[in-house]
């Protein structure tokens, strides 16, 4: 019998894992439990049993660390593994060679399943390392112990046959290894990424377990069973719950308290499933599950069975639309299984990942953008996390054969998160990634801090001419209500407050509602205002020191005239610049000032002398929103579309550097190149963004429904983070609005 030494290495990672590497090393330790069972003697060196993490560059890691002195071997059995980046060659691999310099070596993949394989010719990887007698390409339990015994006497590329019999096969050697120091690994693992929250935590004493290998299905961007023959069915073999049962009571001897079951489809075979979890269960043994499974596989009571065994359910969609799914993907799944299993989960309190895919061949832009559609609809409903990823054309699957060459990929990890491949012959990888940025943009606004937006007021001492909400009933909004509300709403989870009007300094107990405000947990409150008031110093200095974070004070021209013109009232714009003055005397350190503007017809030359005010005044943001529809008068008020892009885009190249600039209500495709600048538009948030007054008066509500697409929307990049063109013709008069006749004449403009 031979002496041999088994040899995992470092890995130098992407922070973008793909297929969790801090658990690649469960092949080597079943590869030295098939060895020692033949009869050799069988040392195991785990770079993953050395708890160290290093930073490699700005987003990598180095986990684990090289063996200090390897024992004397007849063969060194070296795991190459997707992590490894095949066929390059690997630095941390060369480095064990050189260490074993003159000694067999076999180079093996260790193929467990359950992980993105790398189907590159064998004698690729031959050729990247001259210093190998073998590369045993797949499954190596069959073949290993006969190849150690045997070894070739010329270089070559060995196929391991698949074991016949997964029950047989000996338990991993995990008692080789020093399991604490690799508890600590993954422990630091943990810290060193600073993610935070973990859908699949692996500290706590995890340890990875396969109780399946290969996949029955046929999906076009998989690499599960890597060897098949061509035109072979493809299947699944499993573990029976026999096995199972001595594979987890293994894992629990040695002080596992969590197992993460790593095979391709853990749930291709419901009764399968069905006995991995009960046998965890009467183990006391926490589950996780990443890799995918199948939603029309899980029933209702194997997801209430799942709640509090596992962390988070994880299920692949791959696309929103039926006919990705079905004649691209080839996943053969009902998507309505998707929306129930991920509403099950919602009603018994189990939080769900759904894994998407954008870059399909065949697919469209309007498919991925009602993928993206979908998959942030899911989220909005049920709560479920979307992971969305390219198609990436891993060798070896039916993606990579559809194209004519494969790109050359030095890591395919972070490729699937943050490159796009040229997979899709209409829409080009840098487009893909457009679309995917938009997305994530839009899931960060989803996810941020809930706000609600109040109405203080109907009562206004301007008569602005794009208002839609200022000209109704003068009344205050009821105190005693609008406590409540706050109170309801932070108790859902908002904790940003913005206060608007009508004009909120003419509400009587305005300080006493940001008081309130702030003494049940809003944080920041924001205000704004027309700022005549603070003409006044006295109110001036309680409106600066009433609690609110924020102040932002409507201007929208840089003279009287202008500014009159769009507010209604010709002293106006003495008294608000006047009050500006007073409140940034007033200011304690930490409240932030910024003017709001409203683009409008009489406005849009000046725009430049109004960021000239801005910094005049001692304020650095300014806020630029389009005209809300309010009614017939809007189109005679809102400038066109093209004359506000070039002015906002020409505000934005002279004055950026010196002012904070955000844009709000603009299309995407009006500020192409400028994106940077806009703000997440209210409208398009949703639930996450409330408009309360004691009328009822939901503006949000009324707003969504004066904005629509046009056809070219729905192939834009952006759309899924848009709220499209507001209404400008043919606007109706909003319920609570006067009519047009009512408001008072525009002040003649007079030149500035």
């Known amino acids: 019998m031979a002496k041999v030494a088994v040899v995992f290495p470092p890995l130098v990672v992407s922070r973008d894992f793909v297929d969790y590497p801090y658990f690649a090393d469960l092949g080597a330790l079943s590869a030295g439990g098939a060895l020692a069972a033949a009869g050799h003697q069988v040392h195991v060196d785990d770079a993953l049993s050395r708890p160290e993490v290093q930073r490699v560059g700005s987003n990598r890691l180095q986990l684990g660390a090289l063996p200090g002195a390897l024992p004397e071997a007849d063969v060194f059995v070296l795991a190459q593994t997707p992590f490894h980046r095949p066929p390059g060659r690997d630095p941390m691999i060369a480095e064990v060679l050189a260490r074993v310099a003159g000694r067999p070596v076999v180079l093996a993949d260790l193929y467990q399943s359950g992980q993105h394989f790398i189907d590159v010719p064998g004698a690729e990887i031959l050729a990247a390392y001259p210093e190998v ?50 508890f600590a690994l993954n422990q630091r693992v943990m810290a ?12 706590g004493h995890s340890l990875p377990l396969i109780t399946s290998r290969g996949c029955p299905y046929r999906c076009i961007h998989c690499s599960s069973n890597p060897g098949l023959a061509p035109g072979a069915p493809k299947r699944q073999r499993r573990l029976s719950p026999p096995a199972m049962a001595r594979h987890l009571d293994q894992l629990l001897r040695l002080g596992a308290r969590r197992v993460h079951v790593l095979d391709e489809l853990c749930n291709a075979n419901v009764g399968h499933f069905d006995a991995l979890l009960a046998l965890a269960r009467q183990r006391g043994l926490g589950l996780e599950i990443p890799n995918g499974l199948r939603a029309d596989h899980l029933s209702n009571p194997q997801i209430d069975a799942l709640r509090g065994q596992i962390t988070t359910l994880s299920v692949s969609a791959e696309s929103g639309v039926q006919r990705v799914v079905s004649e691209v993907v080839g996943k053969d799944l009902d998507l309505a299984h998707i929306g129930r299993v991920a509403e099950h989960a919602a009603a018994v309190g189990l939080p769900v990942l759904v894994h998407f895919i954008i870059g399909l061949p065949s697919e469209t832009r309007e498919e991925i953008n009602q993928t993206l559609a979908y998959a942030q609809d899911l989220c909005r409903r049920t709560g479920a996390a979307p992971s969305v990823q390219f198609a990436t054309p891993l060798p070896g699957t039916r993606l990579a054969g559809t194209l004519r060459a494969l790109p050359h990929v030095a890591d395919y990890g972070p490729h699937f998160q943050q490159h796009a491949s040229p997979t899709n012959e209409t829409v080009s990888p840098r487009e893909l990634e457009t679309f995917k940025q938009t997305f994530e943009q839009r899931l960060a606004a989803m996810r941020g801090p809930k706000t609600v937006v109040l109405c203080t007021t109907r009562k206004c001492n301007n008569r602005c001419t794009f208002c839609a909400t200022g000209t ?3 009344v205050d909004g009821d105190y005693g209500r609008q406590r409540e509300l706050l109170t309801e709403h932070r ?21 006493e509602l940001i008081g309130f405000a702030r003494s049940i947990g809003y944080d920041p409150v924001t205000l704004t205002t ?13 409106l600066a020191m009433s609690g609110a974070a924020r102040i932002r004070f409507s201007l929208h021209g840089p003279s009287p005239a202008i500014h009159g013109e769009n507010v209604g009232v010709p002293e106006a714009f003495d008294q608000t610049v006047e009050g500006i003055r007073n409140v940034k005397r007033a200011a304690p350190p930490g409240v932030e000032l910024a003017l709001a503007l409203t683009l409008t017809r009489s406005n849009l030359p000046h725009l430049a002398a109004v960021a000239a005010l801005a910094l005049t005044l001692g304020v650095d943001q300014l806020d630029i929103q389009a005209v809300t529809p309010f009614g017939p008068a809007t189109d005679s008020v809102a400038p066109d579309a093209p004359a506000a ?11 950026s550097e010196r002012l904070r600039i955000r844009v709000f209500n603009l299309p995407w495709c009006l500020l192409a190149g400028y994106e940077r600048f806009l703000a997440p538009d209210p409208v398009v948030l949703d639930r996450e963004v409330l408009y309360l007054n004691d009328q009822g008066v939901n503006l949000f509500d009324y707003l969504r429904t004066q904005r629509s697409f046009e056809p070219g929307c729905a192939t834009c990049a952006r759309k899924v983070f848009c709220g499209g063109f507001y209404r400008r013709t043919n606007v109706p008069a909003p319920a609570w609005l006067t009519g047009p006749e009512d408001l008072p004449p525009p002040v003649e403009a007079t030149p500035v």
């Open 645 to 655: 892009q070039e002015s906002v885009m020409r505000l934005i190249d002279e004055w």
């Open 530 to 542: 027309n700022g005549r008031r603070a003409f006044y110093p006295g109110y001036a200095r309680q």
């Open 192 to 203: 060193e990424l600073g993610r935070p929250s973990w859908a699949f935590p692996i500290d």
């Open 133 to 182: 007698r073998a590369v045993l390409r797949y499954e190596a339990e069959a073949t290993l112990a006969s190849l150690v015994e045997g070894l070739p006497s010329t270089r070559q590329v060995v196929l391991g046959r698949e074991p016949p019999d997964l029950d047989a096969l000996p338990l991993p050697a995990w008692e080789r290894i020093d399991l604490e120091a690799r």
């Open 472 to 474: 109704g009933a003068q």
């Open 491 to 511: 108790r859902l989870g908002a904790t940003r407050l913005e206060l608007e009007g009508g004009e909120p300094t003419l509400h009587p107990q305005l300080f």
